[in-house]
């Protein structure tokens, strides 16, 4: 491990730019992410489509189709980071209304979210719910636990 110290003079610290709203990465083997996508990261770092699973980390929309007919990683994807509309769920138990903003919902498929969160993971932070769906925060620092 290279382990340094603190400074103690001036660093030249590098930025990523546009804040890293866009993401580069690799698709789990024998997958297709389409392109509006709600994209989820697997237990190894695969990007695959949303889906009602635990353990997965929110990447943000496919802005890209990519189908992975080869091994793990043999493909990338393009994801955006920031605030995109996805569907409310259809089911009225778990449907997302006005008290869940700024709370966390959860992923249901690739284009649905939910207010559910049992043996599923986080989406994001919910902004506006109309409509139109749900304006789900995904990425910009924003970190949103699963629940266990």
Do not use: W
């Not at 802005?63 to 091994?71: C, F, I, L, P, S």
């Amino acid at each position: 491990t290279n382990i340094m110290a603190a400074l103690t003079k001036e660093r030249d610290t590098t930025e990523i730019m546009q804040d890293a709203k866009f993401l580069y990465l690799p698709v789990k083997g024998g997958t297709t992410i389409y392109q509006g996508a709600l994209v989820a990261l697997d237990a190894n770092g695969y990007a695959i489509p949303g889906k009602k699973a635990t353990g997965l980390t929110a990447a943000g929309r496919a802005e890209e189709t990519v189908e992975n007919k080869g091994a793990d990683g043999e493909a990338f994807i393009h994801v955006a980071r920031g605030v995109f509309f996805f569907n409310n769920t259809a089911t009225t138990s778990n449907k997302i209304g006005a008290a869940h903003v700024l709370k966390p919902c959860y992923i249901e498929d690739d284009q649905t979210v939910t207010a559910l969160a049992t043996g599923a993971s986080a989406a994001g932070l919910v902004v506006r719910v109309d409509e139109d769906g749900v304006a789900v925060e995904i990425g910009r620092g924003v970190t949103v636990t699963s629940a266990s």
